[in-house]
């Protein structure tokens, strides 16, 4: 584990590296929630598994003990500067998949062409607040279509945040549960199949 100054304070970063990489996986946690959580724990492994080496970001506002996240600008600032120096330091040379869960899966699609990113895993993207899957205006389905690399998402089928369409370069795998994404052998089957076709 190791800290890296952002514009916006330190983030965390735990590495989770193979011996020979054929690809690097930056991974961002949710809104509320940590490195820990089961789908990103799912999706660590998987992507070990296919000698994917592994980093898992907390954001600034986590570090500094705050449950509330930063400004989605802020978080895509910290993010763009913890891939960087990913980049040149330990995952040098090596093809990027830029991915996390709910709102980290909205960081990555944004940030997604600024880092160099070759692939996007999102797990439980939320397409709009529940409830709000009528309203237009609370879409955040721009986000995902904004990414022009090959994407899975990775989506609970009683997900209360919505469910996203396939895409030209979209895999949507819906799987059971809500979006706290629990089946983790289920997310583990995703993320490995997806990968062995990107890879």
Known sequence: MREIDTPHGPARV??????????????????????????????????????????????????????????????????????????????RGLTLISGGRSAGARVACRTAAEVGAEAVLCLAFPVH??????????????????VKVPTLVVQGESDPFGMPPDGPKRTVVRIPGNHSLRNQSAVADAVSNWLTTIL
Not at 20 to 47: K, Q, T, Y
Not at 129 to 146: Q, V, Y
């Open 129 to 146: 607040p529940p409830g709000k899957g009528d309203d237009p205006s609370k879409s955040r389905l721009s986000e995902l279509d904004s």
């Open 14 to 91: 735990h590495l989770e590296t193979v011996e020979r990489p054929a690809a690097a996986l930056v991974l961002g946690h949710g809104a509320g929630g940590g490195v820990s959580a089961p789908d990103l724990v799912a999706a660590s492994g998987a992507a070990r598994s296919h000698d994917v080496s592994v980093a898992l970001v907390e954001q600034p506002y986590r570090v500094a003990g705050r449950r509330s996240p930063a400004p989605a600008r802020q978080l895509d600032a910290a993010w763009i500067a913890v891939v960087a120096d990913l980049r040149e330091h330990d995952f």
